[in-house]
Nanobody, 115 residues
Framework: QVQLVESGGGLVQPGGSLRLSCAPS????????MGWYRQAPGKQRELVAA???????GYADSVKGRFTISRDNARNTVYLQMNSLKPEDTAVYYC?????????WGQGTQVTVSS
């Protein structure tokens, strides 16, 4: 079964940067949109950023101007560039691929922003 594999999480100081990547372990057809979500302890999972196959993007207000989502259609890969990180960005980050036949989710990667 095809899985989404995330990478790039870790520990970073406030003001630092990280780049998350998400790639499928095999071929996935019919992807309509890709997105990054995050879930902090005790909070609900929230949408951070999304990009459709036309390249249109959307961001949560809390990350606008700091995070950038991009994708490589040839590799079916999505990225999240995170700059000016804040302690409140600490969470497990998940990627998701939306399809008419059902969505795919990654296993999550931990991002911790702390001095």
């Amino acid at each position: 079964q095809v899985q989404l594999v995330e990478s790039g999480g870790g520990l970073v100081q406030p003001g630092g940067s990280l780049r998350l990547s998400c790639a499928p372990s095999g071929i996935i057809f019919g992807v309509n949109a890709m997105g990054w979500y995050r879930q902090a302890p005790g909070k609900q999972r929230e949408l951070v950023a999304a990009i459709d196959m036309g390249g249109s993007t959307g961001y949560a207000d809390s990350v606008k101007g700091r995070f950038t989502i991009s994708r490589d259609n040839a590799r079916n890969t999505v990225y999240l560039q995170m700059n000016s990180l804040k302690p409140e960005d600490t969470a497990v980050y998940y990627c998701s691929y939306r399809r008419a036949g059902g969505d795919y989710w990654g296993q999550g990667t931990q991002v911790t922003v702390s001095s």
